[in-house]
């Protein structure tokens, strides 16, 4: 166990410097949509919310990882968050879906790994709150797990991952800058034939709108027909989903695991309604949500004066009306792209299982498409 965890520390450490030789779509100079970002262009603008990573990476042919998205700083058990969960396309296995359905509420942190890595994402998850001071006499956990395919680049079968990194990736969880590209449930990860991995964004709506921070982080592992800010990268390239009638095949299906939060008052209902539009931030991409692809938004709200406590026989909240929604959709389906363009932009090309090679985007060669349009 020591060596694993010295490993992780210094893939983490490898990770961040990685991150100074990258820059995101707005780092490059080409801003999209129209509200502002947080500080720091990611989730963990959302006050309280922290992302945590163990990233595994060994010999020729392990290339996976972990990604926790602590909602909050609390006892999350005890003090449940408001949330909601969308299926584009339910080619997938997210655990947890049918009580947050049937409660309208997360207990856990949200966990993201391999699919093959599920039974040890649920047990960390369970662990981990177990753990917890004041669980002592927790019976029953929801553990939300999810996942992608990185069958490709990883030994999938091999289920490397363990309980422990789970445990650990939700315990390493901070605030601040999050890591992306090649990290975490990232690490093996393909999108749109390029290398793909986790990506994030934010957004924050002007006083007048309310106010409030949305933030999203993505897992990408799917396909189609790429699309940046409105430039058909895919087609310039001439590499993209369904061309293989000219000769070369692209495989359509993968997956993308979307994680929204907000700050904004909001209940089940309309947490929904935002994982929706997250949906429509996955298409501004190019996404198709093909047939095989398991692409799954989780919403939650975090405003602390409507966390759920377990313990009341009555709850109070206040929530936004309806008519206070569309600024919200708008900048989710903003923040939503942005993350998942990120997640290309920041990840770096890589080999893997039996030699498989997955190329990264080439960059020098998109600015100069945006820069032309």
Same mark, same amino acid.
């Given at each position: 166990?020591?060596?694993?965890?010295?490993?992780?520390?210094?893939?983490?450490?490898?990770?961040?410097?990685?991150?100074?030789?990258?820059?995101?779509?707005?780092?490059?100079?080409?801003?999209?949509?129209?509200?502002? %970002?947080?500080?720091?262009?990611?989730?963990?603008?959302?006050?309280?919310? %922290?992302?945590?990573?163990? %990233?595994?990476?060994?010999?020729?042919?392990?290339?996976?990882?972990?990604?926790?998205?602590?909602?909050?700083?609390?006892n999350i058990f005890s003090q449940k968050v408001p949330a909601a969960i969308y299926a584009g396309n339910g080619f997938g296995k997210l655990a947890g879906v049918t009580q947050v359905r049937e409660l309208g509420n997360i207990e856990t942190p949200i966990v993201l790994t391999n699919?093959?890595?599920?039974?040890?994402?649920?047990?960390?998850?369970?662990?981990?709150?177990?753990?917890?001071?004041?669980?002592?006499?927790?019976?029953?956990?929801?553990?939300?797990?999810?996942?992608?395919?990185?069958g490709r680049l990883n030994d999938i079968r091999g289920m490397h991952v363990t309980p422990q990194m789970v445990i650990d990736a939700i315990g390493g969880?901070?605030?601040?800058?999050?890591?992306?590209?090649?990290?975490?449930?990232?690490?093996?990860?393909?999108?749109?034939?390029?290398?793909?991995?986790?990506?994030?964004?934010?957004?924050?709506?002007?006083?007048?709108?309310?106010?409030?921070?949305?933030?999203?982080?993505?897992?990408?592992?799917?396909?189609?027909?790429?699309?940046?800010?409105?430039?058909?990268?895919?087609?310039?390239?001439?590499?993209?989903?369904?061309?293989?009638?000219?000769?070369?095949?692209?495989?359509?299906?993968?997956?993308?695991?979307?994680?929204?939060?907000?700050?904004?008052?909001?209940?089940?209902?309309?947490?929904?309604?935002?994982?929706?539009?997250?949906?429509?931030?996955?298409?501004?991409?190019?996404?198709?949500?093909?047939?095989?692809?398991?692409?799954?938004?989780?919403?939650?709200?975090?405003?602390?004066?409507?966390?759920?406590?377990?313990?009341?026989?009555?709850?109070?909240?206040?929530?936004?009306?309806?008519?206070?929604?569309?600024?919200?959709?708008?900048?989710?389906?903003?923040?939503?792209?942005?993350?998942?363009?990120?997640?290309?932009?920041?990840?770096?090309?890589?080999?893997?299982?039996?030699?498989?090679?997955?190329?990264?985007?080439?960059?020098?060669?998109?600015?100069?498409?945006?820069?032309?349009?």
């Amino acid at each position: 166990m020591k060596r694993y965890v010295l490993l992780a520390v210094a893939l983490v450490m490898g990770v961040t410097s990685l991150m100074a030789q990258h820059k995101t779509l707005r780092e490059w100079g080409f801003p999209t949509g129209i509200f502002e %970002t947080g500080r720091f262009n990611a989730i963990t603008d959302v006050p309280g919310v %922290t992302v945590g990573h163990v %990233t595994l990476i060994e010999g020729d042919s392990v290339r996976t990882g972990v990604t926790a998205i602590v909602p909050h700083q609390g006892n999350i058990f005890s003090q449940k968050v408001p949330a909601a969960i969308y299926a584009g396309n339910g080619f997938g296995k997210l655990a947890g879906v049918t009580q947050v359905r049937e409660l309208g509420n997360i207990e856990t942190p949200i966990v993201l790994t391999n699919t093959l890595s599920m039974a040890a994402g649920i047990e960390g998850v369970v662990r981990y709150t177990l753990m917890q001071p004041g669980n002592e006499q927790v019976r029953s956990v929801n553990a939300v797990v999810g996942e992608t395919n990185d069958g490709r680049l990883n030994d999938i079968r091999g289920m490397h991952v363990t309980p422990q990194m789970v445990i650990d990736a939700i315990g390493g969880a901070h605030s601040g800058p999050v890591e992306q590209g090649n990290v975490g449930a990232g690490t093996g990860t393909i999108c749109f034939g390029f290398k793909g991995g986790i990506g994030t964004s934010s957004r924050v709506l002007p006083a007048s709108l309310g106010g409030y921070t949305i933030g999203v982080l993505a897992q990408t592992n799917y396909g189609g027909i790429l699309e940046i800010d409105g430039v058909q990268v895919g087609q310039l390239l001439k590499k993209h989903d369904f061309i293989d009638h000219i000769g070369k095949t692209e495989n359509v299906d993968g997956s993308c695991m979307m994680v929204v939060v907000t700050d904004a008052p909001l209940d089940a209902r309309n947490l929904e309604r935002v994982a929706k539009r997250a949906m429509m931030g996955m298409a501004k991409t190019g996404g198709i949500a093909s047939n095989g692809s398991g692409d799954y938004v989780i919403a939650l709200s975090v405003a602390p004066g409507n966390l759920i406590d377990s313990r009341a026989k009555m709850l109070t909240s206040t929530v936004l009306a309806n008519g206070e929604m569309s600024a919200i959709f708008a900048a989710t389906i903003e923040a939503t792209a942005e993350a998942l363009w990120n997640s290309l932009f920041m990840a770096d090309p890589m080999t893997g299982r039996d030699g498989n090679h997955v190329d990264a985007l080439p960059v020098e060669q998109v600015l100069d498409m945006l820069r032309n349009r």
